[in-house]
């Protein structure tokens, strides 16, 4: 490949193997977290709504220039422009699918070129309003800490911690209220859900809602560590469209466990192969497609989704 | 619930979008004119000249190439056009909007379409080189038109091709940047400068350096040669990092870069990913000093991009502001900034290009393809980057006397020329020629460097 000198590293001793062990762990750790702040919403409104929203990452995207418009070009407290480009990328969100996916939502194939559409609609209208710029946002918190040698910025502890926090309430959501158990009973039989009484499309809605606030929140705190540009929603839809395949299509708890595993295999491969970093991407997808031949199904799905 | 929620989410969604254009657009200062919109009123011309600018004009590469030719056939146009014999020519420029960054592929098609409809008397530009190498193809061998390269720094666009099949390929020149292997020759000259620098202040006799280089084709040659060329220069090289050109976050690539132990980045970066490499670079204060070639970090955004953490890198460019390379360098570098709000980068030389062009023409008499091209070898223009002239394979000549290239450095919230500042280009056998252009300045370590390594 190349033929690039100091293609492939070798650590010198059992100290640089612990150091590289540690620094793969963290830094693995943090883009996992990322990742799956993506993949559970795509997977989330996958489960509940049969929708394959190939514009969730474009809702990131959208609130990643959401932040750089209020926070950076309107000066405004980051305080109130984080709220206020959530709710607004949720707002965009639920227009978006009363207005595209609701009224053909039962032909799937139909939505999911009807969300490829949104996601171009969205790049073009932020390369006519902000230019094909790269554009930064201030982190909100600057620094950084060392433990061990590490260097960790604030925003990405930050950013750990409020996705973090996001999962525990989109859990607390599912799992403890009455919108929770609706959105699971639809999830697992649309019909009888609807025979039942329960209102699917309302019900629907409401996941959209959710699943959007999560990309959007995973858009605002990465804002400040991506470089903002109108395709930056791409790379992400791959990586997110790879997790949920790998996790099981619907399954939340697969999505997690596929973030971090792609997440740990593309930190792995930065370090071991740093003449072959662009790869990471390429490796992790290989990785993917090889679990797959052994558990079509991926971890924790179920072998065929229209069985369930 | 529909009908009321509706109405009120969509007018939201208009005035976020609407605040989004009144906000954004004008305060950037970035539109790009419409050729229609700056055409001369009240001069009368006997007929005009079409030149294509062909570039990604919605990303900073092409708006650049697309200021410094408009800024010159404004300044052509109001000081009475082109003298084409007996005539006089206007200059029309055509925007291209090749999207070469993201579609190099589709960049071909947009090139043979404004070919086809507008049938320019020639055509500049040309920045990704996974793009230029098929549209030169086209533009060369299918169209025989002149194509003035400013962008693409590539060897084999021209090396191989014109000196090797003339006839197939004369109609190719290139007048920015220098060619790839004369920027490496002077990202080393600035990697010198800046290892003694790190020997002098922080002691450290054979410095250890890494590259950072994006995946791409054009810096093949110089990851290739760099690591050969470092043990002469009394340094050791500890690694090859080359994340993707798109990459958003290249933080894991940094914590290795700083495993290594490196002292210094030689970064070799044409993409977006220069700019997180400058904001992670700076926020966690990676203890080595960049320099080499970060095309982001040669634009006035960059700094504001980084959110100042990418302060005291340090990149090649063509122009600096502070440095009065020839005597049109300032005033050109002054009055584009007056007019676009932006320092020049060395995109922008497409100024020179559209006048080396007005030059061959009036030297020719005719816009005849063949009599254009061998005016346009006998060139000699000074301009802002200093003395064009083209070699046997129609690639500006990199040396002293000629066009050198500057070395810039971020210096709190500055963009100033740091090298050459007293370069000696043949020490033995002339060691009184010394080259260094007037407002050059040190180049410093940046103090989080040199505070890690004295600790």
């Not at chain 2, 109405?7 to 976020?16: H, R, S």
């Not at chain 2, 190099?104 to 008397?121: K, R, T, Y």
């Not at chain 2, 093949?220 to 994340?243: D, K, N, S, Y």
Request: proline residues 5%; aromatic residues 10%.
């Amino acid at each position: 490949m190349r033929g690039l000198p100091g293609l492939i590293h070798h650590p010198g001793n059992r100290r640089e193997e612990l150091a590289m062990l540690s620094d793969i762990l963290v830094y693995g750790l943090m883009n996992g977290a990322v990742y799956a702040m993506l993949a559970i919403g795509f997977s989330l409104i996958f489960g509940a709504a049969r929708i394959i929203n190939l514009a969730h990452t474009a809702f990131f995207m959208l609130a990643a220039y959401a932040i750089f418009y209020f926070g950076s070009e309107l000066a405004i407290n980051p305080f109130i422009a984080i709220p206020l480009s959530i709710i607004l990328v949720v707002l965009v969100g639920v227009v978006v699918y009363y207005v595209f996916m609701e009224p053909i939502r039962e032909h799937e194939t139909a939505v999911l070129i009807v969300t490829v559409a949104v996601a171009l609609v969205f790049q073009e209208l932020i390369l006519i309003i902000f230019g094909g710029h790269y554009r930064g946002v201030s982190s909100i918190v600057a620094g950084y800490i060392s433990p061990y040698g590490i260097r960790i910025s604030y925003q990405y502890l930050l950013t750990l911690g409020v996705v973090s926090l996001s999962l525990f309430i989109v859990w607390l959501i599912l799992m403890k209220t009455r919108l929770g158990i609706a959105i699971r009973s639809s999830a697992q039989d649309r019909e009888i859900a609807n025979l039942m009484g329960m209102n699917v499309a309302k019900i629907a809605a409401a996941t959209m809602a959710i699943s959007v606030g999560l990309a959007a929140v995973a858009g605002v705190m990465v804002a400040p560590l991506y470089t903002l540009e109108p395709h930056m929603w791409l790379n992400p839809l791959v990586l997110v469209l790879a997790i949920v395949i790998l996790g099981g299509l619907g399954s939340i708890k697969g999505s997690f466990i596929g973030a971090l595993i792609l997440a740990f295999i593309e930190v792995t491969v930065v370090f071991l192969i740093p003449g072959g970093a662009f790869l990471k991407v390429a490796i992790a997808l290989a990785i993917m497609l090889t679990i797959l031949i052994i558990r079509p199904e991926g971890l924790f799905g179920v072998y065929m989704e229209g069985e369930r | 619930m529909k009908s009321k929620l509706f109405p009120f989410l969509v007018l939201l969604m208009i005035l976020f979008l609407i605040g989004g254009i009144v906000g954004c657009t004008p305060t950037d200062g970035e539109d790009v004119v419409p050729p229609e919109e700056e055409e001369e009123e009240g001069v009368e011309f006997d007929g005009e000249i079409k030149i294509a600018v062909t570039g990604p004009m919605t990303n900073i590469q092409g708006e650049m190439m697309w200021w410094g030719a408009l800024m010159a056939a404004d300044e052509i146009n109001a000081a009475g056009g082109v003298a084409v014999g007996d005539e006089m020519y206007s200059v029309r420029l055509i925007q291209v909007e090749t999207d070469e960054i993201m579609d190099p592929l589709g960049a071909v098609s947009a090139v043979e379409n404004v070919i086809v409809s507008e049938d320019p008397d020639f055509l500049i530009g040309g920045f990704r080189t996974e793009a230029v190498t098929p549209y030169t193809d086209l533009i060369a061998r299918d169209y025989n038109k002149i194509f003035i390269i400013c962008g693409a720094a590539t060897n084999e666009l021209l090396h191989g091709r014109v000196d090797v099949d003339y006839d197939a390929w004369k109609y190719l020149f290139r007048v920015t940047p220098i060619r790839s292997t004369d920027l490496v020759t002077v990202t080393i000259l600035m990697l010198n400068d800046v290892a003694m620098a790190v020997r002098e202040e922080l002691g450290i006799a054979a410095p250890k350096v890494a590259i950072l280089a994006e995946a791409l084709e054009w810096n093949e040659a110089l990851v290739q040669m760099a690591p050969q060329i470092f043990p002469t220069l009394g340094l050791e090289f500890v690694g090859t990092f080359r994340p993707s050109a798109t990459a958003s976050d290249v933080t894991t690539e940094l914590r290795g870069i700083e495993a290594t132990g490196a002292h210094i980045i030689y970064t070799i970066m044409s993409g977006p990913v220069g700019i997180p490499f400058g904001k992670q670079w700076g926020e966690l204060e990676i203890p080595a000093c960049p320099v080499g070639i970060n095309v982001e970090a040669q634009k006035s955004g960059y700094y504001p991009a980084t959110d100042g953490f990418g302060d005291y890198d340090c990149t090649l460019n063509t122009f600096a502001q502070n440095a009065a390379i020839t005597e049109h360098t300032i005033p050109f570098i002054s009055k584009f900034v007056d007019l676009y709000g932006q320092l020049p980068n060395y995109n922008a030389d497409t100024y020179s290009a559209v006048y080396i062009l007005k030059e061959a023409v009036e030297r020719a008499g005719t816009i005849d393809t063949d009599s254009v091209i061998a005016e346009l070898e006998v060139t000699d223009y000074t301009g802002a980057a200093g003395r064009v002239v083209f070699d046997e394979a129609h690639d500006v000549i990199w040396g002293p006397g000629y066009v050198t290239a500057v070395g810039i450095q971020w210096q709190d919230g500055e963009l100033v020329a740091a090298w050459p500042l007293e370069w000696k280009p043949d020490a033995q056998n002339a060691p009184d020629l010394v080259i260094g252009y007037e407002g050059v300045v040190p180049y410093q370590i940046p103090p989080h460097v040199l505070e890690q390594w004295r600790e």
